[in-house]
């Protein structure tokens, strides 16, 4: 069984003058440890793939599985667990609190933890070591430069330990060397057993990914069992 199983799935934004169908009945199976790119142009249907993916956006129809678990099959409420204990979130706008220290930032995630606080500060310590910001811990936001927001970012979607890390244009908003950092992170990530799935408009970072989707007007266009594009080295 994949890790994550996607049947069929389909969503329509029904508004009062209009019908946009945004996914046209997508299926693709994920194996645990596949370092995923989602790609196509505006309007494709990727947010919606990943958003729905996320337990974010419940579907018009189709299934996700992830782990053999049935996302909306889930009540709202243990939907809410299975997102806390299953995925970490990555965004473009990184999406930090400005008076928080990064530290703190990275902390967030284990607020309902049942742990004393030092053992959170050491967690969160851990994977800011880990992207290689252990010594940025005290600064805010605002004192940090674009990579390093984004591996706040990261370190704060990892310090859960989630199977499944989702990331919606984490690069989009950073020039192409520091792009190219925070892919060769991602890579790293990865190659310690992460589960990342990471939709881009960036056709530079395919060399990354283990396979690449490509939606057309919320249809796979390409990326399915049969044609998963082979990971290149970058070069």
Do not use: W
Request: charged share 20%; net charge negative; aromatic share 6%.
């Amino acid at each position: 069984m994949a890790f994550i199983e996607i049947d069929g799935l389909k969503k329509i934004y029904q508004g009062k003058a209009d019908r946009v169908e945004a996914l046209g009945g997508i299926d693709v199976k994920i194996e645990e440890g596949t370092f995923l790119g989602v790609m196509g142009p505006s309007g494709s249907g990727k947010s919606t793939l990943l958003s729905i993916l996320g337990g974010l956006s419940r579907p018009t129809a189709g299934q996700v599985r992830v782990d053999g678990i049935d996302l909306y099959g889930l009540a709202g409420e243990r939907l809410a667990d299975f997102r806390r204990e299953y995925l970490g979130f990555v965004f473009q706008a990184f999406n930090l609190v400005p008076y928080l220290t990064a530290l703190e930032n990275v902390m967030l995630p284990l607020a309902v933890k049942k742990m004393p606080s030092s053992q959170k500060r050491h967690k969160a310590m851990e994977v800011l070591s880990r992207v290689g910001l252990a010594a940025r811990a005290s600064h805010l936001p605002s004192e940090l430069s674009g990579g390093e927001q984004e591996r706040v970012a990261i370190a704060r979607a990892l310090v859960n330990a989630p199977p499944l890390i989702l990331a919606d244009e984490p690069t989009g908003s950073l020039d192409s060397a520091t792009s190219a950092e925070i892919m060769d992170l991602f890579e790293t990530l990865n190659a310690d057993g992460q589960t990342i799935v990471m939709v881009t408009h960036n056709i530079e970072t395919c060399s990354h990914f283990h396979r690449t989707l490509f939606l057309r007007d919320g249809l796979l266009a390409f990326g399915g069992q049969d044609d998963a594009l082979p990971r290149q080295q970058a070069g």
